[in-house]
């Protein structure tokens, strides 16, 4: 198995954006943390540069945006919200989209059975769920 590189996970919300990346063989998905983000130009615009300062400390040019289909598989405002907000990295990296619905649900009752209290820090669940939608593309993909 050779060097593949890492590859940055986003789960991206209105509020916040889980972050996530594997090791270069892309065998072990490790927490990043939280970028904050406001929805707004200039919010959006700190997030995105935030974004490419997280791609040049983990020496990627690949970044996977887990986007929240409809249950019928269709894109509702939230997707069609996260594939606007990575727009402007299209020309300087590689975006990758994978099906993330769920992953927060499935964050959450994950660390319900680890007894930690989310509730108050909201951005434990962005990042657990930007693991879950890393491990997931690289168990599928890889």
Known sequence: ???????????IGTKRIGVAVCD??????????????????SGNH????????????????????????????SLG???????NFIKPLENEYEILYHDERLTS???EE???SE???YTKDKGMVD??????ILEDYLREKE
């Open 115 to 117: 007894g930690k209290k």
């Open 77 to 83: 405002f939230q997707a069609k919200n996260c594939i």
């Open 46 to 73: 700190k997030a995105i540069e935030e974004i490419k300062t997280l791609c040049q400390k983990y020496d990627t040019k690949t970044i996977l945006v887990g986007i929240p289909y409809n249950m019928d598989g």
């Open 127 to 132: 990042v657990l769920s930007a693991c879950i």
């Open 110 to 112: 994950l660390l319900k």
């Open 24 to 41: 270069p063989m892309r065998i072990v998905v490790s927490k990043v943390g939280v970028v904050k983000r406001d929805n707004t130009i």
């Open 1 to 11: 198995m050779g060097y593949k590189g890492r590859i940055i996970a986003l789960d």
């Open 105 to 107: 649900f499935e964050a």
